[in-house]
């Protein structure tokens, strides 16, 4: 690789392309089930359970046993170590039922085969008798049943809510339903074990957290975690959807490797994947507000039921911050707002893209919709009227001290012309009240302030491993993942603006246990800021060894050694980065360095509900405008306008590409994706053809997506960057309150729509005819 002088290309704050973009778009990028198949590879498959709560009364595997090319089955009794998978200690998630079912679709065994297929066929022919059992499936028939909490709840309060609530001038009541979300990654479930020897097992998984994987398999299999070894090359999507769920794929995979002495994988079908596996939480939130003839909020208190499924999981920190996000950008003077982690009988649920914080921004939104239609004026500017000043405390007491959303929204208003827009459609709707006509519009723009940290302040920690050769190139490992976000191209532009090189010199290798252990799951939108900063870390250790080097070999001063592009200079002397390395190498130099970085400045105290969870804050707005046929429901949107803060971007192009995907997959949360179970506890939508998630046909017919490029991030973050994985998201609300004013409409907005999420068709529609009727 040779440096061309000046330049040098993907340094950081530059356009530069995914590392794997290309290999992505030719089918050349290899995933978890494109790995070369070990010889006597066999396959596992799951069976699932038939009944939503019940007793296992009997199990007869005769003719699953009898069916070609089984090996086997593993059930419970099989484990020899804990039959437990759950990432919180609860000891609440077993890999497989025993004795008791909680939901429709947890797996009771797994049929090892010497074909998938063989596997899969024969896991439907096991006879499972059960004794039924009363089931609850929604959060409010689980609190009204008695079923209690999966996890402790949270309270968070300042002030006193209830004195200003019966002390404000005007009050509104309400109950909000929230739809939850299937990741629908592209690629599925799937983990492949080979056994070791001794105790050793490899595990490769499509997996967020490598270092959780590597423990649960290590407790499964009553290991230590030395021995368990698990490789990630990269996912097709994640969404959250595989920082805990994959563990059950990884342990049944490892048990089946270790009991047969034979690699094994466990690929399940769509249909399987969906019903087995954990989705977005779902809420039932019962809010009021107080407030003023202006519109400026006096007090809100607010409860907010979970459907959390039959575990924990993550259920705890999913339900926190849907709190710590029920101001979303407003500041409540007098505030009270509580946690209720219902247990119910279906799926356990878990992460997803906002991690609860949707679940509250969407609360505070519903709220300010409220105040407007109540008062008559334009929700924008009730928005603008509650917006947090920097000094003000959050509902759990961090000051806000980086507020830009003025500015971002005077930006917005002005570009997308909201005003003169906002105009036009209250005229069309006018006109068509007139004529009988049947599509009305809506227009909303709607802001997001998004808190970057995990909750868990031990998870704020990151290591890295970057190696020089003596040839100049540069290998760099990290303990995040990829999964298409452009983690590693962003680092490993880090890497190559440390040593001003080429980033074509640097080779990103596969996320391992075996080189950064201890790892955080890549989530929380904290990829970039925590494994970029680790990467720094190490290439700076690197450097002072260089700078120190080159100093006393071209005697010079040490702070006359400067980095420059495809060199290093020393004084007047500017020597060829790999000619550098190479003299280097030959002085003895080591070349290699770990890394390592820990958040500063947070904290948190669950018990009082007080502290710094978030290291600072991102920050966003969307206008959205759609169209609605008020005959059948449907609706397109015709415009939609971001303007997104990622502070001092690391990489536009996919800083931007992260926002368009984020917005699209909020619509389709607030839209078209409607999970439904029956009566029995059955998951009905449960593929493509039941479960809609939005097409490319979906997206704006017009869609302009702009990076804030004045902002900078007011901490120490990587290059001043901010994170962009989940903010973005919640931009997608701007569709589901421009929708509400469609709706409103056909009553002439003497009140608002109130339609639940998501806004199907069915639902609007219903909507409709209530106004109307």
Not at 558 to 579: C, K, L, M, S, Y
Not at 655 to 665: L, M, P, R
Not at 709 to 727: C, F, N, Q
Request: contains cysteine; negative net charge; hydrophobic residues 40%.
């Amino acid at each position: 690789m040779k440096d061309d002088g000046n330049a040098v290309h993907g340094l950081a704050h530059q356009d530069t392309i995914h590392d794997s973009a290309i290999k992505h778009v030719t089918g050349r990028a290899d995933y978890t089930d494109d790995l070369a198949a070990p010889a006597n590879l066999a396959h596992a498959y799951l069976g699932l359970s038939q009944c939503a709560h019940g007793r296992i009364t009997g199990m007869d595997f005769t003719a699953t046993l009898a069916s070609p090319g089984v090996l086997g089955v593993l059930t419970a009794k099989n484990i020899p170590g804990v039959n437990d998978v759950s990432p919180n200690g609860k000891n609440d998630d077993p890999i497989f039922a025993d004795g008791l079912v909680q939901f429709w679709g947890q797996p009771v065994f797994a049929v090892i085969a010497e074909t998938r297929d063989q596997a899969r066929r024969a896991a439907h022919k096991a006879r499972i008798d059960y004794d039924p059992l009363p089931h609850a499936l929604d959060p409010i028939a689980a609190r009204d049943a008695g079923m209690g909490y999966v996890t402790d709840p949270l309270t968070l309060r300042r002030g006193d809510a209830p004195r200003a609530m019966a002390a404000a001038p005007r009050r509104i009541e309400g109950r909000f339903s929230i739809g939850g979300q299937d990741h629908f990654y592209l690629e599925g479930q799937i983990a492949m074990a080979l056994p070791g020897e001794d105790e050793d097992v490899v595990v490769n998984v499509s997996t967020q957290h490598p270092s959780e994987v590597q423990h649960m398999v290590a407790h499964v299999l009553k290991v230590p975690s030395h021995s368990v070894v698990v490789n990630v090359r990269r996912m097709g999507g994640g969404f959250g959807g595989k920082e805990t769920q994959m563990n059950l794929f990884a342990c049944v995979a490892a048990l089946a490797a270790k009991r047969w002495n034979r690699a094994v994988k466990i690929r399940p079908d769509r249909d399987d994947d969906m019903i087995a596996t954990g989705k977005r939480h779902d809420f039932v939130v019962d809010y009021a507000v107080g407030f003023d003839d202006d519109g400026r909020i006096r007090a809100v208190e607010g409860d907010w039921y979970a459907r959390c499924g039959f575990s924990a999981d993550l259920s705890g920190p999913v339900t926190d911050r849907a709190l710590f996000h029920a101001d979303n950008a407003y500041f409540y003077p007098d505030v009270r707002v509580s946690s209720h982690p219902m247990k119910t009988n279906t799926v356990s649920n878990t992460a997803f893209r906002g991690f609860g914080g949707p679940q509250g921004v969407i609360v505070a939104e519903r709220m300010i919709e409220e105040i407007a239609y109540a008062l008559g004026l334009d929700p924008l500017e009730v928005r603008r009227r509650n917006l947090y000043e920097n000094g003000q405390l959050t509902p759990y007491h961090q000051e806000v001290h980086d507020q830009i959303l003025p500015r971002i929204l005077d930006e917005l208003e002005a570009s997308s012309d909201y005003q003169a827009r906002r105009q036009a459609v209250l005229d069309w709707n006018a006109r068509m009240d007139a004529a009988g006509g049947v599509i009305r519009k809506g227009i909303a723009l709607t802001p997001v302030k998004f808190g970057i940290s995990f909750t868990a302040t031990w998870f704020n920690q990151a290591g890295a491993l970057v190696h020089i050769y003596s040839d100049g190139s540069i290998m760099l490992n990290h303990g995040g993942t990829e999964m298409g976000q452009g983690l590693n191209t962003k680092v490993a532009q880090v890497v190559a603006e440390a040593f001003q090189c080429d980033i074509r010199r640097i080779k990103i290798t596969r996320t391992t246990t075996e080189k950064v252990p201890n790892t955080s799951a890549t989530a929380a939108s904290s990829g970039t800021d925590l494994n970029g900063m680790a990467a720094l870390d190490a290439a700076d250790q690197i450097k002072a060894r260089l700078v120190e080097f080159v100093a006393e070999r071209w005697q010079v001063p040490p702070d006359a050694v400067t980095f420059v592009p495809g060199h290093i200079r020393a004084g007047d002397h500017q020597i060829p980065f790999t000619e550098v390395i190479k003299a280097a190498y030959m002085a003895r130099i080591h070349l290699s360095a770990a890394g390592f970085y820990k958040t500063p400045k947070i904290h948190w105290d669950r018990a009082t509900g007080k502290g710094r969870p978030f290291y600072y804050y991102a920050y966003g707005a969307a206008v959205s405008e759609v169209s609605v046929d008020t005959l059948t429901g449907e609706y397109v949107i015709d415009r939609t306008d971001v303007l997104h803060d990622v502070g001092r971007s690391l990489n536009p192009a996919i800083d931007k590409g992260q926002v368009e995907g984020a917005f699209v997959q909020g619509a389709g949360w607030l839209t078209t994706e409607e999970l439904w179970w029956d009566a029995q506890g059955r998951l009905r939508t449960h593929a493509p053809s039941t479960y809609k998630v939005p097409l490319a046909s979906d997206r704006p017919r017009v869609f302009n997506v702009r990076l804030t490029d004045w902002s900078e991030a007011a901490e120490r973050t990587i290059k001043r960057s901010k994170a962009v994985g989940e903010p973005p998201f919640m931009l997608g609300i701007s569709v589901f309150e421009a929708i509400n004013m469609a709706v409103a409409s056909v009553a002439g907005y003497r009140e608002p729509a109130r339609l639940d999420a998501p806004a199907t068709p069915e639902r609007v529609l219903m909507a409709v005819e209530r106004l109307r009727g």
